[in-house]
């Protein structure tokens, strides 16, 4: 055989070997004095506890063994925990795809006592879990110190007690990746880990001004510089719903652009993993359509027209995708800056057809309303108190639409709370469509309108709608200043 047919055969021989690869796990768990009962392999997934997902069960023989196993191709990895039959006994791991490993554990001295075979990398997480352990009770020993103090000397020393014990966990895990630079608890320890602002004083370009924000700009900037957002590995950890939240509660400014830019920056850090992109998406979603932050909606329809309508959300039905198209088709012509869309109705004394278009003021205030409702029985009287003592001044007048109720009842309800001055309108034939422009699922629901009728405020309320006005009274004048 010549040479060429020899490096052939070894070139087919090796490509046939990387394809029947290890997938999955094989997990064999020896829990001596532990028999007859389940024993379940579980997983986190973006959240610490309590959430924890199920991937596997199995159960122990009479001697204390136990076995798991999988070929799941799309299995990852991460931390994962077997969890025994009374759902409170439990203890971590390491696992990656393609591992074949042996547990053995003593019950009663959980979560130490484990020892693992053909697993080097868990023999080096529970070192770090036994390090951990006496991290803790210093830890524990500086609060008894704190508590006892006398004196701010006292104080300050406890203080760099403290500071230098938690250089001590951040070395640790520094010296860890150092020493296992490919390992998943290299992973997992850079994806803890936060930004140390340089110390010392921080100036503006002309080397003179101090930099008042230079800690949080560096920080922010260097937030997400260890967590690898490529590594699936991580959503398997107890760590990245954290982090989000730190980031977009305390480093992102609460307004649509910056929050859209951010989202796109994450998106696209993700883009190719499986569970990372899609808990991503699936956390900025939420965040901002259960914001109570004004103005997030539009974040919501930014997120389902560029991501959701793109194919992006691969996880979902067909059903429930449509249900993100007709909720973002309902916010998106009512969002912040939009042009209010026009409603025609009839003023609810004479019939006269009423346009929304047709109210000439530097603010209108449009207001939807039902007079059986509680909360509009004490939000509508409160909104009328501050038109007449503060707002009416600013030229602002108001057009409101009761939703639903018998002529009667609405007539009574404005005599009741002395409404006369406001526009007063009420769809009796129920066939306008203002429900559907406006998304008025729930009274009351009030917009501020500027004299263009460009939409400045929604879901507002007596409590907001007086620093609004005044807040694009200082906008206005600042923009006619640099004019």
């Known amino acids: 055989m010549n040479r060429i047919s020899i490096i052939a055969m070894l070139l087919v021989a090796g490509m046939a070997q990387s394809s029947f690869a290890r997938q999955g796990y094989h997990i064999h768990l020896k829990m001596p004095g532990v028999k007859d ?3 379940y392999l579980a997983h986190y997934y973006g959240k610490p506890l309590p959430t924890i997902y199920k991937r596997d069960s199995a159960r122990f023989d009479k001697n204390g063994n136990a076995e798991f196993k999988s070929n799941d ?6 931390i994962y925990m077997m969890l025994l039959g009374d759902r409170k006994t439990y203890f971590e791991f390491l696992i990656n795809s393609g591992d074949d490993i042996t547990i053995t554990a003593d019950i009663a001295k959980l979560p130490e006592g484990l020892k693992f075979k053909n697993s080097p990398e868990n023999d080096h997480f529970q070192e770090y879990v036994e390090f951990l352990s006496v991290y803790s009770k210093k830890q524990q020993d500086i609060q008894k110190e704190y508590s006892a ?3 701010a000397a006292d104080s300050s020393a406890i203080r760099k007690k403290s500071v230098a014990s938690s250089k001590e966990l951040t070395n640790y895990r520094h010296e860890s990746v150092k020493k296992y630079p490919n390992s998943l608890l290299a992973s997992i320890f850079n994806a803890l880990d936060v930004p140390q602002v340089p110390e010392g004083e921080h100036y503006l370009q002309d080397g003179k001004t ?3 924000t230079f800690a949080y700009t560096y920080y922010k900037a260097h937030f997400w510089d260890g967590f690898d957002s490529q590594d699936d590995r991580l959503i398997h950890a107890p760590i990245y719903d954290a982090k989000l939240d730190e980031y977009f509660t305390r480093l992102v400014l609460p307004w649509p652009d910056s929050m859209e830019k951010e989202a796109d920056y994450l998106l696209r850090k993700a883009h190719g993993t499986k569970d990372i992109f899609k ?3 699936w956390w900025l979603t939420r965040n901002v359509e259960n914001s109570k932050i004004m103005g997030m909606d539009e974040v919501f329809v930014y997120l389902v027209e560029n991501y959701y309508m793109k194919g992006e959300a691969f996880w979902l039905s067909p059903e429930e995708l449509t249900k993100y198209f007709d909720r973002a088709q309902k916010i998106a012509p009512n969002v912040i800056g939009n042009l209010a869309p026009e409603i025609k109705l009839p003023n609810v004394r004479n019939k006269k ?7 000439k003021s530097k603010y209108t205030l449009l207001v939807f309303y039902s007079p059986s409702c509680g909360h509009c029985q004490h939000e509508i009287p409160a909104l009328d108190s501050l038109y007449r003592s503060d707002l009416k001044s600013k030229g602002l007048k108001v057009y409101s639409v009761a939703t639903e109720g018998e002529d009667t009842a609405i007539n009574n309800f404005i005599k009741k709370y002395k409404l006369d001055e406001w526009t007063n309108t009420w769809d009796h034939e129920h066939i ?3 429900r559907g422009k406006y998304d008025v699922y729930s009274t009351p629901t009030i917009y501020l309108l500027d004299e263009k009728k ?3 405020g929604k879901r507002l309320d007596h409590s907001n709608l007086g620093s609004l006005i005044e807040m694009l009274e200082m906008k206005a004048k600042k923009t006619k200043t640099k004019s």
Do not use: H, P
Request: proline letters at 0%; glycine letters at 10%; a negative charge.
């Open 149 to 151: 103090a006398r004196t």
């Open 73 to 78: 191709s799309t299995f990852v990895g991460g």
């Open 432 to 434: 306008g469509d203002w």
């Open 210 to 212: 101090k930099d008042s």
């Open 454 to 456: 460009i939409i400045r």
């Open 279 to 281: 808990y991503t998406l």
């Open 37 to 39: 009962s389940t024993v």
């Open 353 to 359: 057809t009423e346009s929304l278009n047709d109210v």
